[in-house]
């Protein structure tokens, strides 16, 4: 389930792209000059923004249920700077 950071980060997501379409919605009327056209398309870059964000918290929650899950076993580490499987030691130490 979503922690209540995820859900109260997506639910402000999804407000702001909600009020940025009825903005869009309200101004398709006045797209006359190439700066109004310009202020919506903005608009709609925001949105799509939103909506990515939006989706990589949903991505993210993924993965967290994944990783609790399925836990890797230490044979199968990496090292993130090296992007090289990363073996235990005879103490169960990661080197």
Request: glycine residues 6%; contains cysteine.
């Amino acid at each position: 389930m979503c922690d209540g950071t995820s859900r109260g980060n997506l639910a402000a997501s999804l407000r702001r792209a909600a009020v940025d379409l009825s903005e869009v919605e309200a101004g398709l009327a006045d797209l006359s000059t190439d700066d109004e056209i310009e202020r919506v398309a903005k608009i709609l870059d925001r949105i799509a923004e939103d909506a990515t964000d939006g989706a990589t918290i949903l991505r993210v929650l993924i993965a967290r249920r994944a990783r609790e899950r399925y836990p890797l076993p230490a044979s199968a580490l990496y090292d993130a700077d090296s992007d090289n499987q990363v073996a235990p030691d005879a103490r169960g130490n990661i080197s």
